[in-house]
């Protein structure tokens, strides 16, 4: 371990030491990582997008004009999307699996 004593005395020898020091801390005690990168999602269809949106909007004015009848919509539209998602995530899922066993087949 070095101290400040051990620095030289002109002060930019003393600068380069004290980052090369910083830079070595950070080497030996942040751990580091490199993200992977988000996997596409080949079953995100227009009806999705349709669904997600119309959502978002039944969300916003339910925030702007809260009522029983835009959080009944909103509610709607939460369940519609989940159901359009989920829809949608099967189907290609389906259409995999039929492929891989018509590949498959002699």
């Not at 999705?48 to 029983?68: F, G, M, N, Q, T």
């Not at 939460?78 to 492929?99: D, E, G, M, P, Y």
Request: hydrophobic residues 30%; glycine residues 2%.
């Amino acid at each position: 371990m070095r101290y400040y004593a051990d620095f030289p005395v002109n002060p930019f020898l003393c600068a380069e030491h004290r980052t090369e020091m910083i830079a070595s801390g950070r080497e030996a005690h942040i751990p580091h990582s490199f993200s992977q990168p988000k996997p596409s999602k080949p079953w995100f269809n227009s009806a999705c997008y349709r669904a997600i949106h119309d959502r978002e909007v039944a969300h916003k004015r339910y925030l702007s004009h809260p009522s029983l009848e835009s959080h009944s919509l909103y509610i709607s539209g939460q369940n519609h999307a989940k159901f359009v998602l989920q829809l949608a995530k099967h189907s290609i899922i389906k259409r995999k699996c039929h492929t891989f066993s018509n590949s498959n087949s002699p």
